[in-house]
Every structure is written in C-alpha cells, then in structure tokens.
C-alpha cells in the first residue's frame, strides 16, 4: 500500500511539474504576444503624431502666407490708387516665397510619412 501510494505521490508531483511547465510556457507567450503588440501600437501612435505636428506646422506657415497675401493685395490696392509705390513690400514677398517652400518641404514629409517611408 505505501508502495501505491509512493507512485501515487510521484504521479501526482510528475503531473503537477508538467502543468506548471505548460502554464509558464503560455504565460511566456502571452507576454510576448503583448510586448510585441503594445510596441506596435506605439510605433503607431508616434507615428501618427508626427503626422498631426507636421499638419499643424503647415497650418501655421499657410496662415503666415494668407497674412502676407493680404499686406500685399492692400499694398497694390494702396499703390494704384495713390501712386505710392510698392518697394516696402520686399520683406513680405520674402516671407511669401519662405512660408511656400517651407510648406512644400512640409508636405513633403507629410506624405512620405504617409506612404510608409520615414522622413
């Protein structure tokens, strides 16, 4: 009977040694499951809000040109009817033809962004 109950005994402690082996192992799996998901999704998330700054860095510098637009349509319009001229308008069509390059430079990045590519 002691016998018996040895082997029992034995049994019991082989099968317990194996479930506590199968639940390290899928706990391991899962761990990894989830690292590997939460990295993704935070690659994602980075991802996306690199895209929503460059938006709205475009936002800013094409409300810097609209600006600069209108000092230049309210500088013709001073000049054809008061025969002033429009030399003192240069600093703004500088900052025209920066606000455009650097929106183009923007979306540049914007898109390769969105394709796929790191800028």
Do not use: C, P
């Amino acid at each position: 009977m002691a016998d018996e109950f040895n082997k029992m005994k034995e049994e019991m402690k082989k099968n317990a040694e194996e479930w506590v082996s199968y639940v390290d192992e899928q706990s391991d799996k899962v761990v990894k499951f989830v690292q590997d998901n939460t990295k993704d999704l935070t690659d994602r998330i980075k991802l996306e809000r690199k895209k929503m700054e460059l938006r709205s860095e475009i936002g800013e510098h094409q409300r810097a040109l609209t600006k600069a637009y209108t000092r230049l349509g309210e500088a013709y319009y001073e000049s054809l009817n008061t025969n002033r001229s429009m030399d003192d308008m240069k600093d703004v069509i500088s900052l025209v033809e920066t606000n455009r390059k650097l929106i183009g430079l923007l979306e540049g990045q914007l898109a390769s962004l969105e394709s796929g590519k790191e800028a």
